[in-house]
Every structure is written in C-alpha cells, then in structure tokens.
C-alpha cells in the first residue's frame, strides 16, 4: 500500500468540463507536489507546497489550479483544459521542500484524458 | 541549469544476468542527491536507491548499486541477478534543494 494515494486513477473529460484531482499523503510529510507525465516527455514538476504555501509554480497554465488545504491533502482543479492536457499526473510528497536530502515518495498517478 | 541524461532508452538483459543502466548529470550545485526511481506497467513511480553527493561510498540495496563517479557526473545503476519483477522504466533523478530534475528513463526488458 502506497503512503501517497491518487484519485480518481483513471478519468476522462471534456474541454469544457470542470473536475479535480485528488491527492492524500499518509507520511507526516510537510511538502506536497504535483508532476506531469506525458508521453515522450521527461516528468515536468507543475507545483510545489512547503507547509500548504506555494513555492513553485513552474510556469503552469492558469486552466491548472492547484488547492493545498493543509499538508496532507493536495488538490489539482481542471478547468477547460485541452486534448494536449492528456497526460499522467503524479503526485508526490517529501519531509520538506527545501533540503536535497528529503527523498520524494510518489503516488500511483492518475491518468486524465480530455477529449 | 540542472540537467539529467539518460542515453540508454531501451536496455534488455536475460533473467538472472546483471545489467548496467546509465545517467549523467550537470549541476554547479554542491549539496544534492542522486536517485534511480522505478515505474512499472502500474506507473507508480518507486525509490530503488539514492546516493549523498558528499559520500564517495556507493550506495547499495540488494540486487541494485550504484556506481557514483561526482567528477565525472555520472550515476550508473547495476542491477545484478536481474528477475522478471524488475521489467520497468527506470529514471534517474538529480534533487537540489529546490527541484527534483529526472531523466527521459530506460525501459528495461527482462528475457526469460
């Protein structure tokens, strides 16, 4: 059983559809991220949280909108998104977000399909 | 800016033999960590292992290794008595204090 778990792990919706990607970490960690896996493509972070602040937003379409309500729970709003949003999006967390040292645990991803 | 290259995309090995998978890196940063991470078909992406820049050891856990070489930024990967578990893309990854920077991956096939 994963410390990090993703849902839905499968979705598909349409342009102008509006729906959310939900993330729970079960380690006591502190920093919560989201990346993106696209096909042919190395993973890109999307968004840092370090104690439910934003740190990084690594220049990420505003049709992406990023919730940390606490430093358990990390939510990803999709909103028009387009058929190039198609991807897998994992989400990760570690210890802290500002130390080399804090290894980074993934969850299992969840894969989104806009058509 | 940090950058991770793995040359190898695709790399086979037949059962029970040892396989070498490659990673280099560039980064002027001096405190940073080294990562081999796993996806397999369920896309979890899994830690095998990770290496302290400061540490000249090679890091090890079980059947995987590591062979660090910091000046020539290379971070190589062994994987020795291979199973057919260990059939996956597998990633490199360079991690500041800010950023977890990975690899294309080298899907690795394991031959009955």
């Known amino acids: 059983e994963t410390g990090v778990t993703q849902t839905p792990r499968h979705l598909v919706m349409g342009m102008t559809n509006k729906k959310s990607l939900k993330c729970e970490q079960h380690?006591?960690?502190?920093?919560m991220y989201w990346y993106k896996q696209s096909a042919k493509k190395p993973l890109e972070l999307m968004f840092v949280?370090?104690?439910?602040?934003?740190?990084e937003n690594n220049s990420v379409p505003s049709r992406f909108s990023p919730e940390c309500p606490n430093s358990s729970h990390l939510f990803l709003h999709l909103h028009t998104l387009q058929p190039e949003d198609s991807a897998l999006y994992l989400c990760?967390?570690?210890?802290?977000?500002?130390?080399?040292?804090?290894?980074?645990?993934f969850g299992e991803g969840s894969w989104l399909t806009v058509v | 800016a940090q950058t991770v290259t793995q040359s190898q995309p695709e790399m086979s090995v037949q059962e029970a033999e040892t396989v070498t998978l490659s990673c280099t890196y560039d980064t002027s940063e001096s405190d940073y960590y080294l990562f081999w991470y796993k996806q397999p078909p369920s896309r979890q992406m899994i830690l095998v292992i990770r290496q302290e820049a400061y540490k000249q050891q090679n890091a090890t856990e079980n059947r995987f290794s590591v062979n660090f070489q910091k000046a020539a930024k290379s971070f190589s990967l062994k994987i020795s008595d291979s199973q057919l578990g260990d059939a996956a893309m597998y990633f490199c990854?360079?991690?500041?204090?800010?950023?977890?920077?990975f690899g294309q991956g080298t899907r690795l096939t394991i031959n009955p």
């Open positions: 990854a360079w991690r500041g204090a800010q950023k977890l920077v």
């Open positions: 990760a967390s570690s210890q802290g977000a500002g130390r080399a040292g804090n290894t980074i645990y």
């Open positions: 380690l006591g960690h502190n920093a």
């Open positions: 949280y370090n104690f439910k602040e934003q740190t």
